[in-house]
Nanobody
Framework: QVQLVESGGGLVQPGGSLRLSCAAS????????MGWYRQAPGKQRELVAQ???????SYPDSAKGRFTISRDNAKNTVYLQMNSLKPEDTAVYYC?????????????WGQGTQVTVSS
Protein backbone atom coordinates (compact mmCIF):
# COMPACT_ATOMS: atom_id res chain seq x y z
CA GLN A 1 0.00 0.00 0.00
CA VAL A 2 1.35 3.39 -1.03
CA GLN A 3 2.13 5.71 1.86
CA LEU A 4 3.21 9.32 1.94
CA VAL A 5 4.13 10.48 5.42
CA GLU A 6 4.71 14.17 6.06
CA SER A 7 6.63 15.57 9.00
CA GLY A 8 8.22 18.82 10.14
CA GLY A 9 5.16 20.99 10.68
CA GLY A 10 4.59 23.02 13.80
CA LEU A 11 4.25 26.47 15.28
CA VAL A 12 6.68 29.14 14.11
CA GLN A 13 6.88 32.90 14.52
CA PRO A 14 6.49 35.21 11.53
CA GLY A 15 9.78 35.45 9.68
CA GLY A 16 10.82 31.99 10.83
CA SER A 17 11.59 28.86 8.86
CA LEU A 18 10.42 25.27 8.71
CA ARG A 19 11.48 22.27 6.69
CA LEU A 20 8.83 19.76 5.77
CA SER A 21 9.64 16.21 4.74
CA CYS A 22 7.56 13.61 2.96
CA ALA A 23 8.70 10.02 2.92
CA ALA A 24 7.15 7.74 0.30
CA SER A 25 6.86 3.99 0.34
CA UNK A 26 5.61 1.32 -2.06
CA UNK A 27 6.07 3.48 -5.17
CA UNK A 28 8.92 3.90 -7.62
CA UNK A 29 9.56 7.33 -6.17
CA UNK A 30 11.97 8.56 -8.82
CA UNK A 31 9.43 8.47 -11.65
CA UNK A 32 6.76 10.48 -9.86
CA UNK A 33 6.01 14.17 -10.01
CA MET A 34 6.16 15.21 -6.37
CA GLY A 35 4.31 18.21 -5.04
CA TRP A 36 3.45 20.14 -1.93
CA TYR A 37 -0.02 21.61 -1.54
CA ARG A 38 -1.64 23.47 1.30
CA GLN A 39 -5.15 24.11 2.51
CA ALA A 40 -6.10 26.88 4.90
CA PRO A 41 -9.42 26.85 6.78
CA GLY A 42 -12.26 27.82 4.47
CA LYS A 43 -10.04 27.84 1.40
CA GLN A 44 -9.36 25.48 -1.47
CA ARG A 45 -6.27 23.34 -1.58
CA GLU A 46 -3.55 25.12 -3.54
CA LEU A 47 -0.24 24.15 -5.08
CA VAL A 48 2.88 25.30 -3.26
CA ALA A 49 5.65 23.64 -5.28
CA GLN A 50 6.30 20.75 -7.64
CA UNK A 51 9.40 18.86 -8.68
CA UNK A 52 9.37 16.49 -11.60
CA UNK A 53 11.14 13.19 -12.09
CA UNK A 54 13.52 15.16 -14.30
CA UNK A 55 14.20 17.66 -11.51
CA UNK A 56 12.28 20.49 -13.12
CA UNK A 57 10.75 22.69 -10.44
CA SER A 58 7.78 25.02 -10.49
CA TYR A 59 6.28 27.39 -7.94
CA PRO A 60 3.26 29.63 -7.92
CA ASP A 61 4.06 33.33 -7.51
CA SER A 62 3.04 33.23 -3.83
CA ALA A 63 5.86 30.81 -3.02
CA LYS A 64 8.64 32.09 -5.28
CA GLY A 65 11.68 33.27 -3.40
CA ARG A 66 10.59 31.92 -0.02
CA PHE A 67 9.96 28.22 -0.56
CA THR A 68 12.35 25.63 -1.97
CA ILE A 69 11.37 22.13 -2.99
CA SER A 70 13.91 19.35 -3.36
CA ARG A 71 13.95 15.59 -3.60
CA ASP A 72 16.27 12.78 -2.62
CA ASN A 73 15.43 9.76 -4.75
CA ALA A 74 17.79 7.56 -2.75
CA LYS A 75 15.71 8.26 0.36
CA ASN A 76 12.31 8.36 -1.38
CA THR A 77 11.81 11.75 0.22
CA VAL A 78 10.73 15.18 -0.93
CA TYR A 79 11.38 18.31 1.11
CA LEU A 80 9.94 21.78 1.35
CA GLN A 81 12.14 24.44 2.90
CA MET A 82 10.01 27.42 3.92
CA ASN A 83 11.64 30.70 4.87
CA SER A 84 10.33 34.12 5.83
CA LEU A 85 7.06 32.57 6.88
CA LYS A 86 3.99 34.75 7.12
CA PRO A 87 0.74 34.26 9.05
CA GLU A 88 -1.00 33.68 5.72
CA ASP A 89 1.17 30.59 5.23
CA THR A 90 -0.77 28.93 8.03
CA ALA A 91 -2.38 25.80 6.60
CA VAL A 92 -2.28 22.05 6.49
CA TYR A 93 0.47 21.07 4.08
CA TYR A 94 0.01 17.94 1.99
CA CYS A 95 2.46 15.87 -0.01
CA UNK A 96 1.37 14.53 -3.40
CA UNK A 97 2.79 11.94 -5.76
CA UNK A 98 1.48 11.94 -9.32
CA UNK A 99 2.17 9.90 -12.40
CA UNK A 100 0.10 9.94 -15.57
CA UNK A 101 0.97 7.30 -18.13
CA UNK A 102 -0.81 5.27 -20.75
CA UNK A 103 -4.17 6.75 -19.85
CA UNK A 104 -3.75 5.85 -16.20
CA UNK A 105 -3.45 8.33 -13.37
CA UNK A 106 -1.69 7.31 -10.15
CA UNK A 107 -2.36 10.05 -7.60
CA UNK A 108 -1.43 9.70 -3.94
CA TRP A 109 -1.73 12.05 -0.95
CA GLY A 110 -0.28 12.17 2.51
CA GLN A 111 -2.29 12.84 5.63
CA GLY A 112 -1.02 16.40 5.98
CA THR A 113 1.03 18.31 8.51
CA GLN A 114 -0.11 21.49 10.23
CA VAL A 115 1.94 24.65 9.85
CA THR A 116 0.96 27.57 12.05
CA VAL A 117 2.68 30.93 11.72
CA SER A 118 1.86 33.12 14.67
CA SER A 119 3.49 35.32 17.27
Amino acid sequence: QVQLVESGGGLVQPGGSLRLSCAASEIIFSIYLMGWYRQAPGKQRELVAQIGSDGIISYPDSAKGRFTISRDNAKNTVYLQMNSLKPEDTAVYYCNALRVHGGRRDDYWGQGTQVTVSS
